[in-house]
């Protein structure tokens, strides 16, 4: 049951995590982004929140994975109130693998399970503001600037934090 993929698009399958996946995901995190973690990070991450920890299957090979923690704070789009929110950790698709709709599928699927299993409001993210690619995958799924975070990264680039409010009925998380 647990290896049935969530969706398949072309020649990708998209699966949740298993513990296995635990090396080749750290390997692709240090591949592609700065930001790095620990393994055990990665593991409480998926202990914590296992549906909405997703990866990209090629040829039985993981080519891609977006993970996130579920957190509780003020809403961006509602004066006061308080929300739940899916906050995105992290993504990254293998470089072979990117212009190809990995990485959208990805954070469709995730964005589709913490509606349907941790009833999110909302979803947030913070992103480099030169990482281009990552911006307008953004956008595209509806994800809008709310401010800037000044010297977020530890080089001292600043951070775009971007939001998106989520309701079960959109067409969008039908994948
Ligand atoms: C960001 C990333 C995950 C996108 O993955 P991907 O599988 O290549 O993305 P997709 O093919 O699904 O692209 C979806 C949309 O994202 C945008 N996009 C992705 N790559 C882009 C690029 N190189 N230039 C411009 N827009 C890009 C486009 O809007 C694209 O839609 P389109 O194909 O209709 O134009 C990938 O580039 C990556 O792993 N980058 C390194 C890690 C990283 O930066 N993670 C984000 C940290 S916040």
């Known amino acids: 049951m647990e290896n049935k993929p969530l969706t398949v ?9 298993r513990e296995e996946d635990l090396l080749r995901v750290v390997e692709i995190n240090r591949l592609c982004l700065p930001e790095n ?11 914590s929140y296992p549906e909405t920890f997703i ?34 950790v992290s993504i990254a698709v293998i470089p072979e693998h990117r ?17 349907q ?21 953004y956008r595209k799924l509806g994800y809008r600037q709310i401010r800037i975070i000044p010297h977020y990264y530890l080089d001292g680039e600043d951070a775009l934090l971007m939001s998106r409010e989520l309701k079960p009925s959109e067409e969008i998380f039908r994948v």
């Open 9 to 17: 698009k072309g020649d990708y399958k998209f699966r949740k995590f």
């Open 37 to 47: 973690y620990s393994p055990f990070f990665f593991l409480e991450l998926h202990k």
């Open 55 to 88: 990866v990209a299957e090629y040829e039985n090979n993981i080519v891609g994975y977006v993970m996130v923690r579920v957190e509780t704070g003020f809403s961006d789009f509602h004066r006061f109130k308080i929300t739940r929110k899916g906050h995105i």
């Open 99 to 115: 212009l190809k709709g990995v990485g959208l599928t990805l954070m469709l699927t995730t964005l589709k399970n913490m509606v």
């Open 117 to 137: 299993y941790y009833r999110c409001q909302e979803t947030y993210l913070e992103v480099r503001v030169s990482n281009t690619s990552a911006i307008n995958l």
